[in-house]
T-cell receptor
Framework: EAQVTQNPRYLITVTGKKLTVTCSQN?????MSWYRQDPGLGLRQIYY???????DKGDVPEGYKVSRKEKRNFPLILESPSPNQTSLYFC?????????????FGPGTRLTVL | AQSVAQPEDQVNVAEGNPLTVKCTYS??????LFWYVQYPNRGLQFLLK??????LVKGSYGFEAEFNKSQTSFHLKKPSALVSDSALYFC???????????FGAGTRLFVKA
């Protein structure tokens, strides 16, 4: 089954404790992206990747890191999480990132930073 | 600034009645517009998109959307709502010259039996 998977689905952590949220897709998509969803703000793009070893900042990249060492994986790293990063996070992928591309979303990761 | 607006936080409609979820945009160049739906505890799912051509776009689950260039709108519509349509709906636009996507804030649709 074609899908985007994220782990963990739920995470509660404390300020400053490094964490990684994994994202994997099995559709051989070149483009992958991370979003955060906050009430009243919709989805905001954090980072995206056009292909292996090619990443760029979205609208809200501060406090986040990403890497794309393999085509299928695109982990999101929070080196020193803070409470304002409490949010619902979604990973998405699409075929090649073209403007007509449809994005496929993972199930989401709900992160709480205390 | 380029943006997408969904002016209604919530839309309430009775089952069987037509529904409209509004979206307006402000982008440079030709817009590439999308609608996604989010059911509780799920990721977003693609409904439909406008790239070019016919202003009325048909999508999944009986939804359609009307692109209006003069009003810079892309409203989502369905002739007869179902209770199962209750969900959070997002309008999105792909920006030209890059790989960024801008989403609206979302509109929660409640369909009452």
């Amino acid at each position: 089954e074609a899908q985007v998977t994220q782990n963990p689905r739920y995470l509660i952590t404390v300020t400053g404790k490094k964490l990684t949220v994994t994202c994997s897709q099995n559709m051989n998509h070149e483009y992958m992206s991370w979003y955060r969803q906050d009430p009243g703000l919709g989805l905001r793009q954090i980072y995206y990747s056009m292909n292996v070893e090619v990443t760029d900042k979205g609208d809200v990249p501060e406090g986040y890191k990403v890497s794309r060492k393999e085509k299928r994986n695109f982990p999101l790293i929070l080196e020193s999480p803070s409470p304002n990063q409490t949010s619902l996070y979604f990973c998405a992928s699409s075929l090649d990132g073209g403007r007509t591309d449809t994005q496929y979303f993972g199930p989401g990761t709900r992160l709480t930073v205390l | 600034a380029q943006s997408v607006a969904q002016p209604e936080d919530q839309v309430n409609v009775a089952e069987g009645n037509p529904l409209t979820v509004k979206c307006t945009y402000s982008v440079s160049g030709n817009p590439y517009l999308f609608w996604y739906v989010q059911y509780p505890n799920r990721g977003l799912q693609f409904l439909l998109k406008y790239i070019t051509g016919d202003n009325l776009v048909k999508g999944s689950y009986g939804f359609e959307a009307e692109f209006n260039k003069s009003q810079t709108s892309f409203h989502l519509k369905k002739p007869s709502a179902l209770v199962s349509d209750s969900a959070l709906y997002f309008c999105a636009v792909r920006l030209s010259g890059g790989f960024k996507t801008i989403f609206g804030a979302g509109t929660r649709l409640f369909v009452k039996a």
